[in-house]
């Protein structure tokens, strides 16, 4: 479409990504923000998002167009971590109100791990367990946040 070895698909991701920013700026700007805020308000990182997303899809548009070739991977692609990531955070999805936050996540960072690679699958629950409760506690006590405990609210 474009010729001179320029991959048509790169540049309409480019474009895609420099639109997207733009619809994010756009729709940033209809977020209606309290006079009682400081500078830093909810608007901040939806901005820092927009701006991102026009950089890179910017980027992306002008190593497209010239052509920049990247080097090939030496070992073919695989789709199953794609495949165990996704069905973990739609696992998590399913079970977060049922097993609760901590459970959920515990079990959603174990999936994302093995989807890594990982095989120390006791070492992966432990830690997941860990930065579950942690955050459980940060964002409950911590913030006032309610996240639902599941089978674990006899526990609290």
Same mark, same amino acid.
């Given at each position: 479409m474009?010729?001179?070895?320029?991959?048509?698909g790169?540049?309409?991701?480019?474009?895609a990504?420099?639109?997207?920013g733009l619809?994010?700026?756009?729709?940033?700007?209809?977020?209606?923000?309290?006079?009682s805020?400081?500078?830093v %308000?909810? $608007?901040?990182f939806?901005?820092?998002?927009? &701006?991102g997303?026009? #950089?890179?899809? !910017?980027? =992306?548009?002008i190593?497209?167009?010239?052509?920049?070739?990247?080097?090939?991977d030496?070992h073919p692609?695989?789709?199953?971590?794609?495949?165990?990531?996704?069905?973990?955070?739609v696992?998590?999805?399913?079970?977060?109100?049922?097993?609760?936050?901590i459970?959920?996540?515990?079990l959603?960072?174990?999936?994302?791990?093995?989807?890594? %690679?990982? $095989?120390?699958?006791?070492r992966d629950?432990v &830690?997941?367990?860990? #930065?579950?409760? !942690?955050? =459980?506690?940060?964002?409950v006590?911590?913030?006032?946040l309610?996240?639902?405990?599941?089978?674990l609210a006899?526990?609290s």
């Amino acid at each position: 479409m474009f010729g001179g070895g320029r991959a048509t698909g790169e540049i309409l991701l480019g474009i895609a990504l420099v639109v997207a920013g733009l619809l994010f700026f756009w729709g940033t700007t209809e977020i209606h923000v309290a006079p009682s805020y400081s500078k830093v %308000g909810p $608007r901040v990182f939806p901005f820092a998002i927009a &701006f991102g997303l026009v #950089l890179l899809g !910017v980027l =992306y548009l002008i190593e497209s167009w010239r052509g920049i070739q990247t080097p090939q991977d030496e070992h073919p692609a695989s789709n199953l971590p794609v495949f165990i990531i996704s069905a973990a955070i739609v696992l998590d999805a399913l079970l977060f109100e049922w097993l609760g936050f901590i459970l959920s996540s515990t079990l959603l960072f174990l999936l994302v791990a093995i989807g890594f %690679g990982s $095989r120390s699958y006791a070492r992966d629950l432990v &830690f997941g367990f860990a #930065l579950a409760v !942690v955050a =459980y506690i940060t964002f409950v006590h911590g913030l006032g946040l309610s996240l639902p405990a599941g089978i674990l609210a006899s526990w609290s």
